[in-house]
């Protein structure tokens, strides 16, 4: 019996573990005198909660955000379950009972969710209270229910609809949240996201909970000089190929070469995360050369030009951008979506 050694992937994605401290010692600090903590749910944004949180920790973040139950304990193997809160609260039993199992904080927000937390034995909890985005959180009116005057809250929270762009609603919402300070006992405030700290200090209060910006996104244009990318995407080639004129590329033929074209077939897809939308009118490169994609995104496969680069063969390595500005104009996807759509293989790598 030989061996078994898995052999290397042909895909990678490496995060720049002191861009990731750096950015979120950069957010920290735009925060004034108000703490960042971080978002670090979806995997932290697809770049791997294993990878991230130790440098978050280690960077001096104190408090970690997710959505579901079910991301705490990958985060809890790096750090107090009490500094990790649980963006969508508590909708049963069996998670409060978790939450007390494992430290972890609900983020209360309705009335009902601050009935049933406290009916099973109440404890620390944050609010989220909606001042306009009307997703998740407790009406403005709801602050003198005796439901909320029952919780035991640290962080008091809202969240920003349009803290990417300029309009009255940021200031309005910021306002709100004052008001429902002065009616709810807490600890601490906290409003802003990424786009938010950009917004300025005074939409910091105690505590910023930045995700995106931590991950090299620049959803603001005052945060651009304090940015640094994090993610790099890398994928191999697998094989080139000539194509005479007429012949097409990939599923439908959507590409048909108007005249002798050298091609090349490359590990990544649209299982990665490299969407379809990604495909025609982007391209990858080679150091620095353009090397524009033919025909539509496969699962797992790329076809690319490689007019500017004739000299590649199989296994020479090829830039996936994932730069999260420029990708996102391109293909009408969200730096959000470039980073969280990142596929398990692609991650595992
Ligand atoms: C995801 C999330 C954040 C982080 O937002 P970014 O725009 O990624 O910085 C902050 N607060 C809440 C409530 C969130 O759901």
Same mark, same amino acid.
């Given at each position: 019996?030989?061996?078994?050694?898995?052999?290397?992937?042909?895909?990678?994605?490496?995060?720049?573990?002191?861009?990731?401290?750096?950015?979120?010692?950069?957010?920290? *600090?735009?925060? #004034?005198?108000?703490?960042?903590?971080?978002?670090?749910?979806?995997?932290?944004? #697809?770049?791997?909660?294993?990878?991230?949180?130790?440098?978050?920790?280690?960077?001096?973040?104190?408090?970690?955000?997710?959505?579901?139950?079910?991301?705490?304990?990958?985060?809890?193997?790096?750090?107090?379950?009490?500094?990790?809160?649980?963006?969508?609260?508590?909708?049963?039993?069996?998670?409060?009972?978790?939450?007390?199992?494992?430290?972890?904080?609900?983020?209360?927000?309705?009335?009902?969710?601050?009935?049933?937390?406290?009916?099973? #034995?109440?404890?620390?909890? $944050?609010?989220?209270?909606?001042?306009?985005?009307?997703?998740?959180?407790?009406?403005?009116?709801?602050?003198?229910?005796?439901?909320?005057?029952?919780?035991?809250?640290?962080? &008091?929270?809202?969240? &920003?609809?349009?803290?990417?762009?300029?309009?009255?609603?940021?200031?309005?919402?910021?306002?709100?949240?004052?008001?429902?300070?002065?009616?709810?006992? $807490?600890?601490?405030?906290?409003?802003?996201?990424?786009?938010?700290?950009?917004?300025?200090?005074?939409? *910091?209060?105690?505590?910023?909970?930045?995700?995106?910006?931590?991950?090299?996104?620049?959803?603001?244009?005052?945060?651009?000089?304090?940015?640094?990318?994090?993610?790099?995407?890398?994928?191999?080639?697998?094989?080139?190929?000539?194509?005479?004129?007429?012949?097409?590329?990939?599923?439908?033929?959507?590409?048909? *070469?108007?005249? $002798?074209?050298?091609?090349?077939?490359?590990?990544?897809?649209?299982?990665?995360?490299?969407?379809?939308?990604?495909?025609?009118?982007?391209?990858?490169? $080679?150091?620095?050369?353009?090397?524009?994609?033919?025909?539509?995104?496969?699962?797992?496969?790329?076809?690319?030009?490689?007019? *500017?680069?004739?000299?590649?063969?199989?296994?020479?390595?090829?830039?996936?951008?994932?730069?999260?500005?420029?990708?996102?104009?391109?293909?009408?996807?969200?730096?959000?979506?470039?980073?969280?759509?990142?596929?398990?293989? &692609?991650?595992?790598?």
């Amino acid at each position: 019996m030989t061996e078994r050694v898995l052999p290397p992937p042909t895909l990678r994605l490496t995060v720049d573990t002191e861009a990731l401290a750096a950015n979120w010692c950069a957010l920290d *600090a735009l925060s #004034g005198g108000a703490s960042a903590g971080a978002a670090v749910k979806a995997d932290a944004y #697809g770049l791997g909660v294993e990878t991230c949180v130790p440098v978050l920790r280690d960077a001096g973040c104190r408090t970690f955000f997710v959505a579901h139950w079910s991301e705490v304990a990958p985060v809890i193997a790096h750090v107090p379950g009490d500094q990790i809160a649980v963006l969508h609260g508590v909708l049963t039993e069996a998670d409060c009972a978790y939450a007390r199992a494992t430290g972890a904080v609900p983020v209360i927000n309705s009335l009902d969710q601050a009935a049933l937390w406290t009916a099973t #034995g109440g404890g620390r909890c $944050h609010l989220m209270v909606d001042t306009g985005i009307n997703r998740l959180g407790i009406a403005l009116g709801e602050a003198g229910d005796p439901a909320v005057a029952a919780l035991e809250i640290d962080i &008091l929270m809202s969240h &920003l609809a349009s803290a990417d762009e300029r309009t009255a609603m940021n200031r309005m919402q910021a306002e709100l949240l004052s008001e429902a300070a002065e009616a709810i006992p $807490h600890q601490r405030l906290s409003l802003a996201n990424s786009a938010g700290i950009g917004l300025g200090e005074s939409f *910091a209060f105690d505590l910023t909970r930045p995700g995106l910006a931590l991950y090299g996104g620049v959803p603001r244009e005052e945060l651009a000089g304090h940015i640094r990318p994090v993610a790099r995407v890398e994928a191999q080639l697998l094989q080139t190929r000539n194509l005479a004129p007429g012949e097409g590329v990939g599923y439908n033929a959507t590409f048909i *070469a108007p005249t $002798h074209m050298r091609v090349g077939t490359v590990s990544i897809g649209y299982a990665d995360g490299f969407l379809r939308a990604r495909g025609p009118g982007n391209a990858l490169f $080679h150091q620095g050369r353009a090397l524009p994609i033919l025909g539509k995104v496969s699962m797992d496969m790329v076809v690319v030009d490689l007019a *500017a680069a004739r000299d590649l063969a199989a296994g020479d390595w090829l830039d996936v951008p994932w730069n999260l500005a420029d990708a996102a104009q391109q293909n009408a996807l969200s730096a959000y979506e470039l980073l969280t759509t990142i596929g398990p293989r &692609l991650r595992q790598s």
